[in-house]
Each structure stands twice: as C-alpha cells, then as structure tokens.
C-alpha cells in the first residue's frame, strides 16, 4: 500500500453502492463489459464482488466480456496471487 493512502477498515458497501459500479465508464480503451468487471474486481472486496456479479448478471451483464486482448476478466487475473476468491466467483458464473 502506498504511504500516502490510509487503510479503511469496516467500510459500508451498501447495495446503491455496489450497483453504482454498474455506471463506472469504461477505462481507457477497454470495451465496456470487461471495463465494469475490472472496475468492481479492482475496487470491491469478495464478498461485495459475489455480491455484485449477481446484480451485473441479473441486469445482463457478461462474465466472459473480454478485453482487448481477448482475455476474460477471469483469464487475465490466473496469475493474481491473492485473487483466488475472486477467480472462484467467475468460474462459477462462466
């Protein structure tokens, strides 16, 4: 972690605002499904990540949106130390 940034313990992740990661635009030239996965992976923590794959999926969203390169979000995070959590989510809605 960056010196510069205070660890935030017991934050509240609320309904509204796990869904309002549904409205994040996409990040640089990313397409936009694989942009919005990215976004909650990178932003949420597990339990607020199953949480909102079931709303993305429930609202349409695509678990095996790709990036630019073809990969889903799941292919690109294989090699993420700590993001098994994560990789397990996806699997199971792949």
Same mark, same amino acid.
């Given at each position: 972690? #960056?010196?510069?940034k205070a660890k ?30 990215? %976004?909650? @992976? ?13 709303? @993305?999926?429930g609202r349409g969203?695509?678990? %095996?949106? #790709? %990036?630019?390169?073809? %990969? ?23």
């Amino acid at each position: 972690m #960056r010196p510069d940034k205070a660890k935030v313990v017991d934050e509240i992740w609320d309904d509204a605002r796990i869904a309002s990661f549904l409205d994040k635009p996409p990040m640089g030239a990313e397409p936009g499904q694989f942009s919005i996965l990215l %976004n909650a @992976y990178r932003g949420m923590r597990v339990e607020d990540f199953a949480r909102f794959i079931e709303l @993305y999926i429930g609202r349409g969203g695509d678990v %095996n949106a #790709r %990036n630019r390169q073809g %990969n889903t979000l799941l292919e690109d995070i294989e090699g993420h130390g700590k993001a098994a959590a994560f990789r397990e989510i996806l699997a199971h809605h792949s």
